[in-house]
């Protein structure tokens, strides 16, 4: 018999009754009955129930192991009895009677407990990341996301896509966040950077020939944590396609990432058919360019309704900016005035004036509207408006006024808010779709000057002459997002291919060709040799792997994740450099002078 088990604790049924095994595990947990010990043995396929009793020779060491101890045991497989039978496991029909414990691994008090999963705070849980991960809930949840990784290669590779690995190791290229800078040792006062993306790798990659690529890819940008995203790395699911239009990329990856997930969505309803929405159809229709498209409210505008009318604070932004609009937020079964006031106060709590808001009610045959704007508009208008969204007795509407661009976030957070309050979003099912024409160009506040919206490697709609004749902040990208349950879970686009394209578009933000093939010089060059039409995207690992298992945190389906702070509490990262170290970067650390 092997030195350590002929089974794991996931395996023995009832079929196996009479036979004499070898376990090894965990300590899940002990029971005493009276004398007769039960310990539940964990190993990372499962558990089984071992039975020590007191004639047993295994029954001394029974008595002394704990939670987390690691032990071998061998005995003779039993069956339970009707009463004892647990439906919910594997091993559920049978039992361990032990004849031998070995001790293979005490353990020390755990700083967090393993069985039960309570509660705990998470510096705990990070320092001592090794335990943590034994939790069940957790080590399934890192389980999946192999098996999905492994999922979204298999799809990829069936229709022709082939896995290259580009470098880690390489030069700062500005992608919207910070990089994370390597010092050289052989190169003083030089630096490489990690890749915030494989982006021009992957082009890079089309201008050599290749066809179809793909990779899991690591990506590192220097940024605030967020729920949805871990500080430092994170994986995407990265590919370039050659002589494709936006069109060919969207119908290749539809399919994909809808058998991922179905595949793993334990029998929720997923999209079939995704519906393309044009980035400015989703502002309007649900302030956010990521609708959860689960919560059925879908705003609408309704400015005429209160232009020159009694409400002279709807009435007078819409005379005094010509940009100005109201919206509508249509809340099915909203129509209280307590719900209405719950919403206001939520509103003013998120820094607004409030939210107006009109609710209807029945009284006999008619439907009137009631609330403060329902009695400055007047019956006629008021009507109008319910005729406009199709809503009922019981149903409410809120309104939010002024300029679309300043408001249309909030207006979007409300949308959300209602849907929850009110329990109309269908959490058992995945909705996904394309978010599609996302501005090319964007005004820059705070810097004064126009910018890029999005990716700075992307077609503009038109070509070079849309460049060269319209408006930038008029132009649209062949830039399109994935967007499920109200996350971005891809993002991508057509690449600009052209050489002088790509110039008058970084020149339009202030960048000259000089700075352009300076930063680029991979690119530039390489377009200037024959570039093939091409385009891509990349899928978040990290957020599909969240949304299928369910989890709220992306902790809770990463292997070894830093904190808020971007600490690596497991292995104490960062840490110092030693001197010696430095010395030989030709770096030296100037202390910050504090406040």
């Known amino acids: 018999m092997h030195r350590y088990r002929s089974h794991t604790c996931a395996e023995l049924t009832k079929s196996a009754v009479g036979s004499t095994v070898r376990l090894s595990g965990w300590v899940h947990r002990v029971r005493d009955h009276g004398g007769l010990l039960f310990i539940d043995l964990r190993d990372h396929y499962g558990l089984t129930q071992i039975v020590a009793d007191p004639d047993s020779p295994a029954f001394k060491t029974a008595e002394t192991v704990r939670g987390e101890w690691v032990i071998r045991v061998d005995g003779e497989v039993k069956a339970r009895r ?7 496991l594997p091993t559920g029909e049978i039992e361990i009677f032990a004849g031998e414990i070995e001790v293979l691994s005490a353990s020390k008090e755990l700083p967090l407990p393993v069985f039960g999963e309570p509660d705990y705070p998470e510096d705990i849980r990070l320092k001592y990341r090794f335990l943590d991960l034994r939790r069940e809930t957790l080590h399934k949840n890192i389980i999946a996301r192999t098996k999905i990784i492994a999922e979204m290669r298999k799809r990829m590779s069936d229709v022709g896509f082939t896995e290259f690995s580009t ?3 390489t030069a700062s290229s500005p992608e919207g966040a910070r990089d994370f800078l390597v010092p050289s040792r052989i190169h003083p006062g030089k630096f490489y950077a990690l890749p915030q993306a494989p982006q021009q790798y992957k082009q890079l990659i089309m201008m050599s020939g290749f066809d179809r690529y793909f990779q899991i890819a690591p990506c590192f940008r220097d940024e605030d944590p967020r729920a949805d995203r871990l500080p430092g790395e994170f994986y995407q699911l990265d590919l370039e396609m050659s002589f494709v239009e936006q069109e060919d990329i969207l119908t290749t990856m539809e399919p994909i990432m809808r058998g991922v997930f179905e595949a793993f969505a334990n029998g929720k309803p997923v999209t079939q058919e995704f519906r393309r929405i044009p980035y400015d159809v989703a502002m309007r229709k649900y302030g956010s360019d990521k609708p959860d498209l689960r919560n059925p409210i879908e705003m609408q505008e309704v400015s005429d309704h209160f232009r020159d009318s009694g409400f002279k604070v709807f009435s007078n932004i819409l005379a005094g900016d010509p940009k100005a609009e109201i919206w509508a937020i249509p809340a099915k079964t909203g129509g209280s005035r307590a719900f209405c ?8 709590g998120e820094g607004q004036p409030g939210l ?8 006999g045959d008619k439907i009137d509207g009631a609330g403060p704007l329902a009695k400055n ?19 409410a509407c809120f309104f939010v006024a002024g300029d679309p661009k300043k408001f249309a976030s909030f207006a979007g957070a409300a949308r959300t808010r209602a849907g929850e309050e009110l329990n109309l979003v269908d959490r058992e099912r995945f909705e996904l779709c394309w978010i599609i024409d996302f501005p090319f160009y964007e005004w820059d506040e705070d810097a004064k000057k126009v910018d890029f ?12 002459d849309a460049l060269n004749e319209q408006d930038p902040l008029t132009i649209k990208a062949f830039q399109y997002d994935m967007v499920c349950n109200g996350f971005e879970i891809a993002s991508g686009g057509i690449r600009n291919h052209l ?12 960048l000259d060709r000089e700075t352009v093939e300076a930063n680029f010089g991979g690119l530039y060059r390489a377009f200037q040799y024959g570039a093939p039409p091409h385009g891509g995207m990349a899928a978040g690992v990290d957020r599909v792997v969240m949304l299928l298992v369910g989890a ?11 904190n808020q702070q971007a600490q690596d509490l497991l292995m104490n990262a960062p840490s110092p450099a030693e001197l010696t170290q430095l010395r030989e970067l030709s770096l030296r650390v100037i202390e910050q002078k504090k406040d």
Do not use: C
């Open 341 to 348: 006031d719950r919403m206001n106060s939520w509103a003013q």
């Open 82 to 88: 009707g009463d004892t039978v647990n439906a919910n």
């Open 167 to 169: 470098p880690i190791l």
């Open 356 to 363: 107006g808001y009109i609710f209807w009610r029945k009284e």
């Open 552 to 562: 709220k945190n992306l902790r809770e389906i990463t292997m070894f994740p830093m």
């Open 499 to 510: 050489t002088e394209t790509m110039v008058k578009a970084f020149e339009i933000v202030g």
């Open 453 to 464: 919206g999005h990716n700075p490697f992307s077609m503009p709609q038109g070509g070079i």
């Open 377 to 395: 508009i007047g019956e006629e208008r008021t009507e109008a408006v319910r005729q406009q969204l199709g809503l009922e007795d019981g149903d």
